[in-house]
């Protein structure tokens, strides 16, 4: 296949064409999550085109206090400060002794929202990556695709290693899923806040298409089945330094787990955008 130098992302004009009926797998979706909307919907092209807001199962209602306190403060940077202070009074992360763990599990217990995010900013394969995957697979019931390796057959030992990682790195934790349910709907909440639309545009370096699972489509215009979460960047150059072709999408806001900006000094640099997987049409283009 040839992809051309537009740099331009965008839906395929022809509403019947063949890149358009993809649909999401049944192997890549679980029959249940914990979301307002199943996993066929939220994964679909059809969501990728019409998004609407995914809410996480009683999210909202456990930190309503939170919310109420975020709605008077005009600040984004006085926001995001009294989120990181809310998390730390309300999961007890500087007293983890209010959370009945003792001196044998405060190791484990230390794992917490921070840690997770920069463990993945330094290897999405390792067992931080292994937790956030989890978590998307058991928040909106998108099965993994990869991690280290294809993940493929659900007894083979690429599974059994991915599985392994993700309970090593929650066992003993403190709430750790509860810390990034939160999260979540905090990035949530300062889309809406800001109104950022329902769509951005990001970009994917990558060497091969074959290296992705692509469901349809050749050229210019593919649908992709994305891992069930994959970092993506709003810079096309810095895209480009991580292969030789770029993937351009419009991803819906609400499919975003966090981003760089979201709390400063979080993750730095790359203007990373960590997306919520699921298949998605993107335009195919050289640097």
């Given at each position: 296949m040839s992809p051309t130098s537009d740099s331009a992302a965008g839906f395929c004009s022809t509403p019947d064409n063949s890149a358009t009926n993809a649909t999401l797998p049944?192997?890549?979706?679980?029959?249940?999550?914990?979301?307002?909307?199943p996993a066929v919907i939220l994964g679909s092209l059809t969501f990728q085109?019409?998004?609407?807001?995914?809410?996480?199962?009683?999210?909202?209602?456990?930190?309503?206090?939170?919310?109420?306190?975020?709605?008077?403060?005009?600040?984004?940077?006085?926001?995001?400060?009294?989120f990181r202070d809310y998390v730390a009074a309300h999961f007890r992360l500087d007293h983890l002794e209010d959370a009945g763990i003792d001196e044998h599990s405060q190791k484990r217990a230390k794992a917490n929202w921070l840690r997770v995010l920069r463990g993945w900013s330094f290897d999405a394969d390792g067992r931080e990556g292994a937790v956030l995957k989890g978590w998307v697979e058991s928040r909106f019931g998108l099965i993994p695709?990869?991690?280290?390796?294809?993940?493929?057959?659900?007894?083979?030992?690429?599974?059994?290693?991915?599985?392994?990682?993700?309970?090593?790195?929650?066992?003993?934790?403190?709430?750790?899923?509860?810390?990034?349910?939160?999260?979540?709907?905090?990035?949530?909440?300062?889309?809406?806040?800001?109104?950022a639309g329902d769509h951005i545009t990001l970009y994917r370096g990558i060497n091969r298409i074959v290296e992705h699972e692509v469901l349809s489509g050749e050229g210019k215009c593919q649908v992709v089945l994305f891992n069930n979460l994959t970092s993506f960047t709003t810079n096309r150059e810095r895209a480009g330094e991580f292969g030789d072709y770029i993937l351009a999408a419009d991803i819906p806001t609400a499919k975003i787990f966090f981003h760089c900006a979201l709390l400063p000094g979080v993750l730095k640099g790359e203007d990373e955008h960590l997306v919520i997987g699921g298949a998605y049409e993107v335009t195919l283009s050289t640097l």
């Open positions: 049944a192997w890549a979706r679980l029959p249940i999550n914990r979301c307002n909307l085109r019409h998004p609407t807001a995914l809410v996480l199962d009683g999210v909202a209602e456990l930190h309503a206090d939170l919310f109420a306190l975020l709605d008077g403060i005009d600040s984004s940077t006085e926001r995001a400060q009294l695709r990869f991690h280290g390796e294809p993940l493929r057959d659900f007894t083979g030992p690429a599974w059994l290693h991915y599985v392994e990682m993700r309970a090593a790195g929650l066992y003993g934790t403190n709430a750790l899923e509860g810390q990034l349910d939160l999260l979540y709907a905090y990035c949530q909440y300062e889309y809406a806040r800001t109104g």
